[in-house]
């Protein structure tokens, strides 16, 4: 949990069975009532890594040789307030990702997609993602080309005992 | 990541110390622009305790000696649609502080509070959160009592390549 964002990365490329181990570590993330409502697109291509950096210069896909886009799956939810807990479930799933990305001596960033409304509709054209898919984010990845320090971000004033 | 949900604790327990490791841990999780738009209850109180259990029983706080509710600060965030990047941020604190607590020899079950209509009123009524704090949650703790297989919830036919 001491990972801090890669922005650049060498031309090592990230191996397949490496990614997913990545997204196997997503889907060990828990989830409301365990429906688990979700979607992982792997990309490798470079000309779809290229595009994707074109929808939205600071996706830090400049260098990275791989991505994982984390969606939410509508279809596995109810069609009620429950619905939203898709958020927090690609969420969690995410965070599993970036630390598992880490723990393989991978860099990452989280970048987020949903609910921004300048780039969701280009993100979901680009990959012809059905109605019911909503991608959430895109995780650059690849080989670290730098090593910035873990920022601290412990604050004792955002804790309180017992109550409010 | 291969954690798994524990509703059964030993009477052991949680060191004030263990907890602030592990609401540390919740604050390493990336934030959208860095916002950091959450605060940590830590509750040990049996009474505290209790009360939330009778908000809804399936808290598993009947045996559990601590708890910690991870909230949304809205006063960090913007004023347009980026403010709901606090339910992810939130949730990626969550779950750093669900595998934190599984490193720690800990159980815990992340038991979902918003956007729950029947239970989100009464659990800032207890917990005498103000208006811009939103518990989304409440991180149920303690020594386990039980110790269940892992889920295994992979599955090939939510992975995508290169595009959907």
Redesign the interface.
Known sequence: ??RT?IRQFTDQPVAKDTL?LL???G????T?M?K?P????????KE?LNALNEVKPWFNLKTATAAIVVCG?LSKEEKD??A??W???C??A???I???AHAYGLGAV?C?VY???EILPAVTK?????EH?VP??VITLGYPAENPA??D???AE???????
């Open positions: 949990m001491t964002s997913d997204v196997k570590a889907m060990a993330a828990p409301a365990n688990q979700w979607a992982f697109i792997v990309i490798t291509d779809m799956d307030w429950s939203e807990y958020v927090q479930d969420s969690a995410t965070e599993n970036l630390l598992a989280w987020g609910p921004n409304p680009l990959l012809g993602t059905p898919i959430l984010n873990p920022k971000k412990f604050n955002s804790i309180h005992y017992q109550k409010w």
